[in-house]
Every structure is written in C-alpha cells, then in structure tokens.
C-alpha cells in the first residue's frame, strides 16, 4: 500500500526547534518531491514546502524561510522538516505529502505538482 | 504570489442535488488547479487535478472544469458521505511557488 506517515510533533516553546519526520513506504520513494501542507485549528490549508529528488530544489513558504529546513533521506524512505525559531502562528496539524511533479506513469506525464498521497498528520503547538 | 478565492463559503444542499463550487485564481494558472475533499479530523483527499482529470477511485459524480482564472469543482448528485470541506489549490510552480490553497467551501448536507 502506498502510504506516508509523519511523527514528531509535540509541544515547543516559543524559539524552539522540533524535527519532523515522514516515513515512506508502498513506492519508489527517490522518484518523487515531496511536500509538507500545515493547517493551523480551525483554519484552511497552507503549503509549507516542498523538496525534489536528490534535494538540490527546496522550496519554502515566505513565512517560514530561514527558520525551517527540508531534507530527505532516500536510503531509508525519509522526509525531515527541520523547524526552528518556532513561533505561536506555526501551531498547526502538517501533512506531509507525495508530490507528482514531473513523474510519469504509464498512461500521464504530471508537469505541475499534484499532491496525491497524504499522510494523517501530526500536531505541532508552540505555547508557553 | 497567487491568490485564490472561493464561492461560495459554505452550502447546504439536499442528497441528490447538483452541486457547484467556483474557484478563481487572481492571474491565470492555465489548467494548474487541483480540488481537494477534507472531512473533520482528516487529511486532505485528492478529487481533481489539472483542473479536469478525475483521481484514481474518485466518484464520477465529481467532476472539474476551467481554465486560465476561473474554475468549478461539481458535484452531480449529492451523497450523504460528500458532506465534507473542499478545497481548490493552484499548482502553477513557476515562480515562485506558492501553491496557495483556496479558503475552502463547507458543504453540508441537508
């Protein structure tokens, strides 16, 4: 089964740093971007970041750029969000997600991104 | 950066009912669009991408269509189980990316 499951959010105080990590698992995981999506409570969604193949692309919301990192492990099928600075406005459930730019299947060739595989989440809340 | 604007913000609607969700991009994405159902609790579940093309094991009483600024994600009869928050995205990734989701749509059922 395709599937990718995140892990690692907790409670931080504001400043501080906390790693995420998305497992991959079901697909050839150094085929694909993938991407982190947040969704704060009771809010909407907002795409964070997103990370090629071979990591030499990295792309980041203005919001959080200089205080978070993406970076993959292709050896072990992992996803990292690297977060520091960690401000009250970054609370929120993030997703992480397989993104389809530029990959081929059998039948379609996807040019833009196309967040297909998500996993169920995981909490992140920054509070004193 | 790209905005994305929705109509409406919420509906409520009868099971079997025709329903329709309007997106707009503030400049034109082509066909970069992609609509999302998100139930409470739950990650987003991908319906339509480019603008058109239905998901791998989506219903076909979802379908979407647009181009350039201005799109529709419709629901040709309503179930119970669509009772649900979508949400519309661009992914038009030149430059720079944003991929702003639109504010999304509650659809309730009556």
């Known amino acids: 089964e395709v599937q990718v499951m995140e892990s690692g959010g907790d409670l931080v105080q504001p400043g501080g740093s906390l790693r995420l990590s998305c497992a991959a698992s079901?697909?050839?995981?150094?085929?694909?971007?993938m991407t982190w999506v947040r969704q704060a409570p009771g809010k909407g969604l907002e795409w964070v970041a997103n990370?090629?193949?071979?990591?030499?692309?990295?792309n980041y919301v203005d919001s959080v750029k200089g205080r978070f990192t993406l970076s993959r492990d292709n050896a072990k099928n992992l996803l990292y969000l690297q977060m520091n600075d960690l401000r009250a406005e970054d609370t929120a459930v993030y997703y992480c997600?397989?993104?389809?730019?530029?990959?081929?299947?059998?039948?379609?060739?996807?040019?833009?991104?196309?967040?297909?595989?998500w996993g169920h989440g995981t909490m992140v809340t920054v509070s004193s | 950066d790209i905005q994305m604007t929705q109509s409406p913000s919420s509906l409520s609607a009868s099971v079997g009912d025709r329903v329709t969700i309007i997106c707009r991009a503030s400049?034109?994405?082509?066909?970069?669009l992609n609509w999302f159902q998100q139930k409470p609790g739950k990650a987003p579940r991908l319906l339509i991408y480019?603008?058109?093309t239905l998901q791998s094991g989506v219903p076909s009483r979802f379908s979407g269509s647009g181009f350039g600024t201005d799109f529709a994600l419709t629901i040709s009869t309503l179930k119970p189980e669509d009772s649900a928050t979508y949400y519309c995205?661009?992914?038009?990734?030149?430059?720079?990316?944003?991929?702003?989701f639109g504010p999304g749509t509650k659809v309730d059922i009556k």
């Open positions: 997600a397989r993104d389809l730019r530029g990959y081929c299947s059998t039948t379609t060739c996807y040019t833009g991104d196309v967040f297909d595989v």
């Open positions: 079901g697909f050839t995981f150094n085929n694909f971007w």
């Open positions: 990370i090629n193949q071979d990591e030499s692309e990295k």
């Open positions: 400049q034109s994405i082509s066909s970069y």
């Open positions: 480019a603008a058109s």
């Open positions: 995205q661009h992914s038009y990734n030149k430059p720079p990316p944003g991929f702003t």
